[in-house]
């Protein structure tokens, strides 16, 4: 099925660094979605994108919809010990609007 | 508060016996989904409905059933579990996307199933 390349896998980075990671599908997407999910917890939307180019931000989050249509960005500026946790991209599969599909997930540690 | 609510969070079960993990949403939501969550393998969909008495297979449907008699519940049920079927399990609901557009689903908080 459809698939969606997210990067990097993990990170460990210092409280106060800004993060950015991305996700790639081999297909347009006409949404990309963000969530952040917590240790024993379900994913939370975090950022949800229309149109390509877009730039949304939450807070200290800003992701943004890739012009081609095939890729997304996720920034997080000045990062927190509670930024920690699993991030995915997400976005309709091949079969219509309904079933998403999601990257596997950057996994954010934050040092104190 | 607007929510999916799984139960039960934690199931330990043996080879065969069958089992339900129910879901509720209170959002009057169309859409919703069922997902595994697999270390190394992210989240996979397992079934997804769009409207009450309509479900349709996602990636991962072998040895699961859903069925959606009500508009607000979900229910999986694994008619006979195997040790593989040992995952972290979401529901997930939204309302109908606009178009090719999806406004991204709300998740319950997990249902963690092992099977011995």
């Known amino acids: 099925g459809q698939q969606l390349n997210q990067s990097p896998q993990s990170m460990f980075i210092q409280e106060g660094e800004d993060v950015s990671m991305n996700c790639t599908s081999s297909?347009?997407?006409?949404?990309w979605l963000w969530y952040k999910q917590e240790p024993g917890e379900g994913p939370v939307l975090l950022i949800a994108l229309y149109k390509a180019g877009e730039l949304t931000s939450n807070g200290r989050l800003t992701a943004q919809f890739g012009i081609t249509r095939k890729d997304s960005f996720l920034n997080i500026s000045a990062s927190i010990p509670s930024d920690v946790g699993i991030y995915f991209c997400?976005?309709?599969?091949?079969?219509?609007?309904?079933?998403?599909?999601f990257g596997k997930g950057t996994r954010l540690s934050v040092i104190a | 508060e607007a929510q999916v609510t799984q139960n039960p969070r934690y199931l330990i079960t043996v080879t065969g016996k069958k089992l339900t993990v129910t879901c509720s949403q209170n959002?009057?939501?169309?859409?919703m989904s069922w997902y595994r969550q697999d270390p190394g393998l992210g989240l996979r969909q397992i079934y997804y409905s769009m409207n009450v008495e309509v479900t349709d297979k996602g990636d991962v449907p072998e040895g699961y059933k859903v069925s959606r008699k009500e508009k607000r519940n979900f229910p999986l049920i694994l008619e006979s579990p195997s040790p593989n079927q040992t995952s972290l399990y979401f529901c997930a609901s939204s309302h109908k996307g606009q178009g090719a557009f999806h406004y991204g689903y709300t998740f319950g908080s997990g249902t963690r199933l092992t099977v011995v």
């Open positions: 997400a976005g309709p599969g091949n079969s219509g609007n309904t079933p998403l599909v």
């Open positions: 297909s347009i997407f006409n949404t």
């Open positions: 959002m009057n939501h169309e859409y």
